[in-house]
């Protein structure tokens, strides 16, 4: 088999959830990829400066030769938990495997008890805890950072302001916190994938002509409730996506291929032409999604999003 070649990953998927993780947008966003990748089903440089879940990048992993990657994300947390899966594997398996066979052989209270006790020992290490030279450490956090989002309610990662991770918990009558298979995949996956965690700014000298990149910013709010900018204690204002059509510009003369989905403001107010106004030099469409992260059962329904590219 040709080295990298899609089949080697042909069930990869991402190994935590990930609030705004873009599943339901695959086969819109793949419609939409530039003609000569679909052509050569090859990908030579991917960066995503806002990777979260990585629904795409998995995605392309799936479909596609992807030859080198450069994935960043401002969550310490998220890609310390890359890291250790790209570089400790076999170590995390061993730790997860142990937590989840203790974890499953509980009684349902007795597991919430163990919810509670990981989820305080995960909040109070945050304080002195290195994220920027590997320690031992590492494994146990990515543990902690993959049993609370198969275990938490809803099953996402959400931070308040302070960083806590303070999502109660969930029943679940099997959950499978170590997908052994899936880890190994995903292990693979990010073999030729380096991964910085900083501001999508970050990126820009990585970007170079033809380059794939994939923008997934938090969502603008759809509604004074939406809490979608609210999941990471690093918010997204009006004025950071002022600064990212600044930057897709910028990239755009760069002659990279770009790709950048957001929710679509005139689901709330038809008048909003926020987005409209700020990409008015490059071709945007507006596409039905569904959406599974939200605070009340009535925002699960279908929703547009805009799909805005730097080419046709
Ligand atoms: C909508 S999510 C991306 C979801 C992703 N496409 C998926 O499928 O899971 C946006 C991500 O941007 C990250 N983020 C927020 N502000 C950022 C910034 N200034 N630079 C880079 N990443 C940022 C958040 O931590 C979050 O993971």
């Known amino acids: 088999m040709e ?7 042909s069930n990869v998927k991402p190994f935590l959830k990930w609030a705004g993780g873009k599943g339901q947008l695959l086969k819109e966003l793949e419609k939409r990829l530039h003609p000569s990748i679909i052509h050569e089903r090859t990908i030579h440089r991917y960066v995503e400066p806002f990777v979260g879940g990585g629904a795409m990048f998995f995605f392309l992993k799936r479909h596609f030769q992807v030859r080198e990657s ?12 890359y890291g250790v899966v790209k570089n400790y594997y ?34 109070r290490q945050m304080n002195d805890f290195d994220y920027d030279h590997y320690h031992p450490g590492w494994i146990t956090r990515a543990s902690y950072i993959i049993f609370l989002n198969k275990t938490c309610f809803n099953g996402l990662f959400r931070q308040n302001q302070k960083g806590e991770f303070n999502v109660p918990f969930g029943r679940y009558k099997n959950p499978k916190i170590c997908d052994e298979e899936n880890l190994a995949e995903v292990h693979k996956a990010l073999k030729d994938a380096q991964l910085f965690c900083g501001d999508f700014t970050d990126s820009e000298n990585y970007i170079l002509d033809k ?30 996506q002022e600064k990212l059509a600044d930057f897709f510009k910028k990239m755009d003369k760069k002659g990279a291929y770009l790709m950048l ?6 689901n709330q107010d038809g008048e909003d032409d926020f987005f409209d106004n700020l990409y008015k030099d490059f071709k945007m469409e507006r596409v039905v999604a569904k959406r599974n992260i939200n605070r009340d059962a009535t925002g699960r329904g279908k929703i547009r ?4 590219r730097n080419y046709s």
Not at 217 to 238: H, L, M, Q, V
């Open 90 to 123: 076999k170590k995390l398996v061993a730790d997860l495997s142990e937590i989840e066979d203790d974890h499953l052989h509980k009684s349902e209270e007795s597991r919430k008890e163990n919810y509670y006790q990981i989820r305080e020992a995960y909040n």
């Open 3 to 9: 080295k990298d070649s899609p089949d080697e990953f």
């Open 70 to 81: 450069f994935l960043f994300d401002k969550n310490r947390e998220l890609i310390m938990a």
């Open 211 to 240: 380059s794939l990149v994939y923008l997934d910013p938090p969502y603008r709010p759809i509604s004074s409730t939406s809490y979608f900018t609210s999941y990471s204690k690093e918010g997204f204002n009006d004025e950071d």
């Open 305 to 308: 999003e805009l799909i805005i």
């Open 261 to 266: 989905s957001n929710s679509d403001p005139k």
